[in-house]
Nanobody, 125 residues
Framework: QVPLVESGGGSVQSGGSLTLSCAAG???????MGWFRHTPGKQRELVAT???????RYGNYVGGRFTLSRDRAINTIYLQMNDLRLEDTSLYFCAADYAAVLGMAYRCPENYKYWGQGTWVTVSS
C-alpha cells in the first residue's frame, strides 16, 4: 500500500480559504491523482483530479473556486480552495492510481486504488 499523506484540513469561515496537500510515498509516479470528498449522507464526489494526460477535471460545483496543482519532484499535489461555502464542509480524500489500457483507451480508472485517510474541512457561517 502506497501511503498518501494528507494535510491542510481544518475549520474556516464562509468565504475563507484553505490549501490541502497530499504527498505520495516511496517513488510513486501516479499519472492519476486528485481529491474527492465524502459528506455524510451523500455520495462521494470528485473535487479535482489530474488525468493521465495532465489535464485537470473539477467537480461541477467548484465554479473556479478551487485550483489543483502539483510538484512532481516531491510527488505532492495541492488543492487551493477559495471562497469556501457551508456546503463544502466534508471529509476530503486524496486518491491516486496508475493509468492503464482500459477498454480501448489508455486512461485513468474510474475507481482509484490508493486512498489517504481523509482530512476534514469544516466551513462555518
Amino acid at each position: 500500500q502506497v501511503p498518501l499523506v494528507e494535510s491542510g484540513g481544518g475549520s474556516v469561515q464562509s468565504g475563507g480559504s484553505l490549501t490541502l496537500s497530499c504527498a505520495a510515498g516511496y517513488s510513486s509516479r501516479f499519472e492519476c491523482m486528485g481529491w474527492f470528498r465524502h459528506t455524510p449522507g451523500k455520495q462521494r464526489e470528485l473535487v479535482a483530479t489530474y488525468d493521465h494526460n495532465g489535464q485537470i477535471r473539477y467537480g461541477n460545483y467548484v465554479g473556479g473556486r478551487f485550483t489543483l496543482s502539483r510538484d512532481r519532484a516531491i510527488n505532492t499535489i495541492y488543492l487551493q480552495m477559495n471562497d469556501l461555502r457551508l456546503e463544502d464542509t466534508s471529509l476530503y480524500f486524496c486518491a491516486a492510481d496508475y493509468a492503464a489500457v482500459l477498454g480501448m483507451a489508455y486512461r485513468c480508472p474510474e475507481n482509484y486504488k490508493y486512498w489517504g485517510q481523509g482530512t476534514w474541512v469544516t466551513v462555518s457561517s
